[in-house]
């Protein structure tokens, strides 16, 4: 069977339509209709982005074999446009998952601005409770599950494009010290005094300023959950080798593969 025809099969199997597959692939509809009629074959990326979304080899495509499945030993192929889009996609769901943490935290300060009287700080924390979790909830909503993938299995990249995405990690890791070192700085600025006066080590002088000490936590911890949901969605495609290396990583690998042959 010639490349078109295993092309234009694997396509009906799928339910895609030229146009949709177009898109998976980034090109257009008159390139997969050339494709399909023997007119020419794909650049090695696309066919590696094939493999990808029909679960099979390359050889089975290029190929006269009846060896149709993915050999996933080596790793799966990510493209540059699915690893762009994954970062995108890991930038938005930082900032709002960052924000609905900061409401969470500041959802406290009724608790004590109003001197802990249940009567006047029950109604406006949970109001403001209810809108850091319909954040959170939100954020979830960006997740994709086209890129769960990415940290179940070891990840194969241009080797251009992983240098290159190895130099923006590091660029993003001194970036972003600053912000990483001031949200520690001030969540412990804020935390430290609640603890003294649970110790009953400062004789009550800082009751006037715990609204003042959870704002500095929940700013705090704004930056760090903001930042490092960047910087490990960078570590993950960059040093993905340190990621798959981990024991729990290739357990987890295993037992995946052992459920799939079941």
């Given at each position: 069977m010639m490349f078109g025809e295993k092309l234009f099969k694997l396509r009906k199997e799928h339910g895609l339509s030229q146009e949709a597959l177009a898109e998976q692939l980034h090109?257009?509809?008159?390139?997969i209709s050339k494709w399909e009629n023997s007119q020419g074959y794909p650049e090695t990326?696309?066919?590696l982005m094939m493999s990808n979304i029909f679960s099979v080899s390359t050889d089975y495509l290029l190929k006269d074999t009846e060896e149709r499945f993915q050999n996933?030993?080596?790793g799966y192929y990510v493209s540059k446009e699915m690893a762009e889009g994954y970062l995108t996609n890991r930038y938005r769901f930082g900032k709002y998952i960052a924000a609905g943490f900061f409401a969470l935290?500041?959802?406290f300060i009724p608790y004590f601005f109003f001197d802990q009287d249940p009567t006047k700080y029950a109604i406006p924390t949970v109001m403001i409770a209810i809108v850091g979790v319909g954040i959170i909830a939100y954020a979830y909503t960006f997740e994709e599950d086209r890129y769960k993938i990415l940290s179940r299995e070891p990840?194969?990249?241009?080797?251009?494009?992983?240098?290159?995405?190895?130099?923006?990690?590091?660029?993003?890791?001194?970036?972003?010290?600053?912000?990483?070192?001031l949200g520690s700085v001030l969540f412990f600025i804020g935390f430290l005094p609640l603890i003294f006066e649970q110790k009953e080590l400062t004789a009550g002088f800082f009751t006037p300023y715990y609204s003042l000490c959870i704002t500095f936590m929940?700013?705090?911890?704004?930056?760090?959950?903001?930042?490092?949901?960047?910087?490990?969605?960078?570590?993950?495609?960059a040093k993905n080798e340190?990621?798959?290396?981990?024991?729990?990583?290739?357990?987890k690998r295993k037992v995946r593969k052992k459920m799939d042959d079941f």
């Open positions: 090109t257009t509809r008159q390139a990326e696309k066919l996933n030993d080596q935290a500041l959802a990840l194969l990249f241009d080797d251009q494009y992983l240098q290159a995405l190895k130099n923006q990690y590091e660029h993003m890791k001194k970036k972003y010290t600053f912000f990483m070192s929940a700013v705090g911890l704004y930056l760090l959950v903001r930042v490092g949901t960047v910087l490990e969605a960078y570590k993950l495609l340190e990621h798959a290396g981990k024991i729990f990583f290739k357990m």
